[in-house]
Every structure is written in C-alpha cells, then in structure tokens.
C-alpha cells in the first residue's frame, strides 16, 4: 500500500464495528475523502481525539482501493466551543454537511477548505445568523451552485429588480 500524509477536516466521524471509525474528511490536497481509522473508538486509543467531526488533523494513510487507512492521526486544530453548546454544534454539523454534498470525493477545492476552515473558526466567536447565511452563499458559489439572481433562468434577459418565482427558480416571471 501506497502512505501519505495529509491533513483535512473531519467533516463526519461514525462508528463502524465496534472500535473502528469511518470517517469522511475533507483536506486542502485531495479533496473529500473516505477512510477508515481502526480502533479509533477504543478509549485508549491516540487516534481518538483526532478523528473526532470539526477537528483538523494530520494523517497519515494507506490508499486502499475503496477506501483509505488511519495509520496515524493528530489533532492539529480543534474548536471546543463547538461541543460545548448545541446550535453551535448544529451549525457546525450542517456546515460540513453541506461540503459533504456539494464537493465530490477525489476533486481539491482550495476555497471550500479554506472557507469551512474560516467558518468553524469564527462561529463560536460571530454574530452566526450574518456568518452561516454567507457562508452559504459563498459555498454555493464555490461550487458552482450559486442561483442566478440577476438575470431570467429561462431566457437569460438582464433583469433589474423584479419578483423572484420560486417555481421557475428566476426573478421577473411570476
């Protein structure tokens, strides 16, 4: 087997077996990446800490055919105040949930990482309701998600401030 190391975000940490992790991250390299960290559940475990979600750690894996091995983890970052209270922790949890879907595995995309990196940063810290809207709307645009808001989707005339339809997904035909 092929090892690397690289450091990511945990965007999801699940329990597989008994006293293994499967766990979804997210790395400025790679992009969104599957792995499975063996034993990490165990309390004695040192990867434990590590592989917990909203952690930014440093691993290093086996590339496996269908997906990667923990060998090592270390925690690099870590955002206490997450746990501590829970819409934090919801914010948080839909954050990487939204990186989850809208990154495909295996494609880098330096922004995203950096952008979730930010967030989970600041949102203990900020004023959450201005910060998760724009971090939607910059995630969206990111990824190429981001609605046309300035121009009619069906036609592709310039508007200027008109109704938005929600059934047409576009603003002057309602």
């Known amino acids: 087997m092929k090892s690397y190391r690289i450091r990511g975000i945990v965007l999801r940490s699940r329990v597989m077996r008994e006293a293994d992790r499967l766990l979804m991250l997210f790395t400025y390299e790679r992009g969104?990446?599957?792995?499975?960290?063996?034993?990490?559940?165990?309390?004695?475990?040192?990867?434990?800490?590590?592989?917990?979600?909203?952690?930014?750690?440093?691993?290093?894996?086996?590339?496996?055919q269908e997906m990667d091995v923990v060998r090592q983890?270390?925690?690099?970052?870590?955002?206490?105040?997450?746990?501590?209270?829970?819409?934090?922790?919801?914010?948080?949890?839909?954050?990487c949930e939204l990186v989850e879907l809208l990154c495909p595995e295996?494609?880098?995309?330096?922004?995203?990482y950096d952008l979730l990196l930010l967030y989970l940063r600041l949102l203990p810290a900020k004023e959450r309701r201005p910060l998760v809207l724009a971090f939607t709307a910059k995630l969206l645009a990111l990824t190429g998600f981001r609605?046309?808001?300035?121009?009619?989707?069906?036609?592709?005339?310039?508007?200027?401030?008109?109704?938005?339809?929600?059934?047409?997904?576009?603003?002057?035909?309602a």
């Open 106 to 112: 295996g494609q880098p995309n330096h922004g995203v």
């Open 32 to 64: 969104k990446i599957k792995a499975v960290a063996y034993g990490a559940a165990k309390p004695q475990s040192k990867k434990r800490g590590a592989v917990q979600p909203f952690t930014v750690a440093s691993l290093l894996l086996d590339a496996g």
């Open 147 to 173: 609605p046309l808001l300035d121009a009619c989707a069906h036609c592709g005339k310039l508007l200027s401030a008109g109704p938005f339809s929600l059934k047409l997904g576009e603003i002057g035909r």
């Open 73 to 95: 983890a270390e925690e690099v970052a870590v955002f206490p105040g997450l746990h501590a209270d829970l819409a934090l922790l919801s914010y948080a949890a839909s954050a």
